[in-house]
């Protein structure tokens, strides 16, 4: 054979490997199984049921796994903190009935019911739920990050005649809230008034927070001011407190807020509900530790609208000193709006009667 003869059969081969390569890298991607979590309407888990996990295609029941957080893990794929530890040891569905929790599936393993254990899923509390890194299905296509969810159980009944204790004032709400793939950092000053009855008003402001002297994520009254631009807001809520067994338990009633972004769109927020449970701080002052959800909603630019699913947002905060309560935040029953100049909308009738001596008269 002669020399261009072996360099024709070399090249021939390198095309022929190169080609088996290409071929190899552009095989149709074949995506794994996620798993969503159905709550259906009421948005909360019910502590004695089953949570309902359903799944975009089949999955191998055997690599089903679940682990269980405390809620300051958050729901970021690393942990806010290096110290946090999980509540239980990770629950793989092929062990069978773990000591946290069970897990089943139905026949064409296209959804999951997994039964939290009183332990952890007590009236009024909240956790993060893991579904670790690994599900599949049944051929072997699998996830490379775990799912996470941000699990409130809520309260029913509690007695229409007991005395509700509670803090009224102002109180600084925050959180952090994912719309379509886009993080925000929620603050919120709030002026919170409740009956005895357990009925509540609140009419809260956007906080804004000086990051030259803290964290974006901060509470600290010292150093939040309440916008008064084109992309201040204010929103509005009536609501229940109950108690049950010593917990104390805030739902509010679904209400819409508009917030303006960027001077050139506005997130329109529906069917929004705020969970909490309330517990005290290590000054004995009342604190939230709770969930913000809300309803399929609209991103409205002038020439378009941007549809985007119902979502959710860790929201916690507390009580705000007198002397720290910051300059224009509303007040229900004398200046609703506060400093907020953009979008301000009080439902007719807001707050009522027995809230103020006198209710304020809408501009």
């Known amino acids: 054979m002669s020399f261009f003869s072996k360099k024709t059969s070399f090249f021939a081969g390198a095309a022929i490997a190169l080609t088996s390569l290409l071929g190899a890298g552009c095989q149709e991607y074949i995506a794994p199984p996620e798993a969503q979590l159905n709550l259906g309407d009421s948005r909360v888990a019910v502590a004695d049921e089953p949570l309902v996990f359903e799944f975009t295609k089949a999955v191998d029941p055997e690599t089903v796994g679940v682990r269980l957080w405390p809620r300051d893990r958050g729901l970021r794929r ?12 990770t629950c793989m569905a092929s062990e ?25 899923a007590r009236p009024g509390s ?36 007991a005395n509700i204790e509670f803090q009224d004032g102002i109180y600084i709400l925050g959180g952090s809230l994912s719309v379509s793939g886009l993080n925000a950092v929620l603050t919120l000053v709030s002026d919170l008034r409740v ?17 030259s002297r803290a964290e ?22 009536r609501g229940q407190i109950v108690e049950t067994d010593g917990t104390r338990f805030l739902t509010t009633e ?42 399929d909603s609209q991103v409205v630019f002038p020439s378009a609208n941007v549809d985007i699913p119902a979502g959710q947002a860790a929201l916690a905060g507390g009580l705000v000193p007198e002397e720290l309560v910051p300059e224009g935040t509303p007040d229900m029953c004398n200046n609703i709006c506060g400093a907020v100049t953009a979008v301000c909308e009080p439902p007719g009738g807001f707050p009522d009667l027995d809230f103020c001596e006198e209710v304020p008269a809408e501009d």
Do not use: H
């Not at 600290?220 to 509005?236: G, H, K, N, Q, R």
């Open 78 to 89: 690393v942990p806010a903190s290096a110290d946090v530890e999980p509540l239980a040891p």
């Open 96 to 120: 069978g009935e773990c000591e946290a929790m069970s897990i089943a599936f139905n026949d064409d393993a296209t959804a999951a019911l997994i039964t939290i254990a009183p332990e952890f």
């Open 126 to 161: 909240s956790l993060i739920l893991e579904i670790v890194e690994g599900l599949s299905d049944p051929d072997g296509f699998d996830t490379g990050a775990g799912y996470l969810y941000n699990i409130q159980f809520g309260v029913s009944g509690g007695d229409p005649n």
């Open 195 to 211: 009956q005895s009855d357990g009925r509540f008003a609140l009419a809260g402001a956007k906080g804004v927070v000086d990051e």
């Open 216 to 237: 974006k994520t901060s509470l600290d009254p010292e150093v939040i001011t309440i916008a008064d631009d084109e992309e201040s807001w204010a929103l509005f809520a």
């Open 254 to 295: 679904s209400f819409d807020v508009s917030v303006p972004v960027l001077g050139v769109a506005t997130v329109e927020l529906k069917d929004v509900v705020l969970y909490a449970d309330i517990v005290k701080d290590e000054n004995g002052n009342d604190f939230f530790d709770g969930t913000l959800t809300f309803g």
